[in-house]
């Protein structure tokens, strides 16, 4: 089993381009089905995640060709509405097929996408939603049976009690292929729906309200193919920005919005860091050790994101002074802390909260990735800790990392992969 070997203390300098969004370009491949045609999506980035996607869309009757980060997917040979539970396995985010299928086919049979290393990944909000806009779907033994045939699909307004991403994402989806209004109240805020909305503009969709409280969809529209390029992974440029606070050095990122981030960018000033910032760049200055800052919690965007909790809380462990974390997305997500504690973190867990004391210094071990962030997380400690780290469970981080060693070595840092 390969592991990253890190030899921490190096600082980091230089320019990075960010790939594009894992969260944005998941739904955006999902939404391809809604046309036939061939849709080209740029800066696709090159991630585990990514792949079961097209594997997906493959099994579904779609071509799919890569080249590059350019992805041509072409849904006219869409022959099957079923997901077998292997594929449905691999990456819990299949769900966001359920809305596209409907759409399309007014047809969907998946298997349940199962709980992940974050705690129970429930998709009540999602069944919900689209039973509003009228599916009839029959869960048995753990699949999902659902069936929207034309005349039942309804477009009307649909709550959702909870912000959730991707129950907001496959309302949006579903109601293209609803005739009539869609309103979805209550719904997710983040930059990557605005980014699936433009999107579904580009094929034509009459989409309004992503980035706020209120999305509204008019179905039934005729839609057509598009070209698209997916916008910069604001969480891997988090990581990055953690990564040289915890080392030390100036870093340059291109190709991600500042506009995306800016609690994680707020958070990083108060520690210390001096940040520079232009439409599609942020630079980042850190000198000295990082300070503690004031309490991080985590909340529906344009709050703090919960997927970059485990990695500025791995770059603060190795600061001084303290810092009070409270996660209140998901139930789980705290499994990065024992190995942190094993490279001489300070971190003490009440339920949702987490105090981070900062020891000055980490110092390197063999740790265990978690899962996707927690294992960016132990990288990020690694490469301020002193002495040499090996993290291993690689898999994990290749779900949402394209060529984090070789980005991190292209900075300064030293760290390499052991076959
Ligand atoms: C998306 O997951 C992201 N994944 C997650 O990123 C991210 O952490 C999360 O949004 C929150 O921002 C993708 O976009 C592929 P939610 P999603 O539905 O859509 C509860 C990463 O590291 N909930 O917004 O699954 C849920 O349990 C990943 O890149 C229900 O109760 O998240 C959670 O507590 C991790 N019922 C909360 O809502 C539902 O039907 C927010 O979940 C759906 C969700």
Not at 244 to 262: F, I, K, N, R
Not at 267 to 278: S, W
Not at 301 to 323: K, R, S, V, W
Not at 354 to 360: L, P, R
Request: proline residues 5%; glycine residues 12%.
């Amino acid at each position: 089993m390969s592991y990253y070997e890190i030899q921490g203390g190096r600082p980091l300098s230089g320019a990075l381009a960010v790939h594009g969004a894992k969260n944005s370009v998941l739904p955006i491949l999902a939404a391809c089905l809604l046309v036939s045609g061939q849709n080209v999506i740029h800066n696709c980035p090159d991630l585990s995640d990514v792949s079961a996607t097209l594997d997906i869309l493959r099994l579904l009757g779609c071509r799919v060709e890569r080249e590059e980060d350019t992805v041509t997917i072409d849904a006219s040979g869409l022959n099957r509405w079923d997901i077998p539970e292997y594929l449905m396995r691999e990456m819990r985010s299949s769900v966001i097929f359920l809305g596209a299928l409907l759409a399309r086919l007014g047809t969907a049979e998946l298997s349940y996408p199962g709980g992940c290393e974050l705690g129970p990944r429930p998709i009540d909000l999602h069944l919900s939603t689209l039973r509003a806009l009228g599916a009839e779907i029959l869960e048995e033994q753990g699949a999902l049976c659902c069936r929207g045939r034309k005349k039942s699909l309804q477009g009307r307004e649909v709550c959702l009690p909870i912000p959730s991403v991707g129950a907001t994402e496959n309302a949006m989806l579903a109601a293209c292929g609803c005739p009539g209004l869609t309103t979805i109240v209550g719904a997710a805020q983040e930059p990557e729906i605005v980014d699936l909305q433009n999107f579904l503009q580009a094929m034509g969709a009459q989409v309004r309200g992503a980035g706020t409280p209120t999305v509204s969809i008019q179905g039934g529209v005729p839609l057509h193919p598009a070209r698209y390029r997916v916008m910069g992974d604001r969480i891997a440029a988090a990581t990055y920005l953690c990564a040289a606070a915890a080392a030390q050095g100036e870093v340059e990122l291109t190709g991600v919005s500042p506009d995306t981030l800016t609690a994680v960018l707020a958070c990083l000033k108060e520690a210390g860091c001096v940040l520079r910032t232009g439409s599609d760049r942020i630079a980042l200055t850190c000198v000295g050790p990082l300070r503690g800052i004031s309490a991080v919690r985590t909340a529906p965007y344009p709050g703090f994101p919960t997927d970059a909790q485990a990695i500025l809380m791995a770059a603060l462990a190795g600061g001084e002074g303290a810092t009070l974390f409270e996660e209140n997305i998901f139930a789980s997500r705290y499994r990065h802390v024992d190995e942190l504690r094993r490279m001489g973190a300070d971190i003490q867990l009440a339920g949702r909260a987490a105090m981070v004391s900062g020891v000055g210094r980490l110092h390197g071990a063999a740790v265990r990735s978690t899962d996707l962030r927690g294992g960016a997380a132990l990288v990020v400690a690694a490469l301020g800790a002193e002495g040499t780290t090996q993290v291993s469970e690689l898999r994990h981080i290749r779900r949402g990392y394209q060529n984090l060693d070789r980005n991190l070595r292209s900075l300064g840092a030293e760290i390499r992969e052991i076959p």
